[in-house]
């Protein structure tokens, strides 16, 4: 079973930015679709990225966030630039334990296992 541990989050300030880390262990999970969701406060969770073959990105963040990932660490990344007091959330990253069409991997129940989160703060 591969877990994930995300790491990288962190206060910053408005404009600047931050790279998070999805480290999975248990298994090599380089043909995996992975995703990026977040959660506000009093928010349903929301996605942000998915990489599955290609790559999707919500529009409130398409042109600022990149998802990318390592396969020989096993590590799935989100490069965050120019944040915004709207980023601030719990990011989780998650994984589809089999390839799947980009175009799903933006729904939240298309995902089988889910990481612990790490928070991004962003003032203003």
């Known amino acids: 079973q591969v877990q994930l541990v995300e790491s990288g989050g962190g206060l910053v300030q408005d404009g600047d930015s931050l790279r998070l880390s999805c480290a999975a262990s248990?298994?090599?999970?380089?043909?995996?679709?992975m995703g990026w969701f977040r959660q506000a406060p009093g928010k349903e969770r929301e996605f942000v990225a998915a990489?599955?073959?290609?790559?999707s990105y919500a529009d409130s963040v398409k042109g600022r966030f990149t998802i990318s990932r390592d396969g020989a660490k096993n590590t799935v990344y989100l490069q965050m630039n120019s944040l915004k007091p709207e980023d601030t959330a719990v990011y989780y990253c998650?994984?589809?334990?089999?390839?799947?069409?980009?175009?799903?991997?933006?729904?939240?129940?298309?995902?089988?296992?889910w990481g612990q989160g790490t928070q991004v703060t962003v003032s203003s």
């Open positions: 998650a994984a589809k334990s089999v390839p799947r069409p980009i175009w799903l991997m933006s729904r939240i129940d298309e995902y089988d296992i």
């Open positions: 248990g298994r090599t999970f380089s043909t995996y679709a």
């Open positions: 990489i599955s073959g290609g790559t």
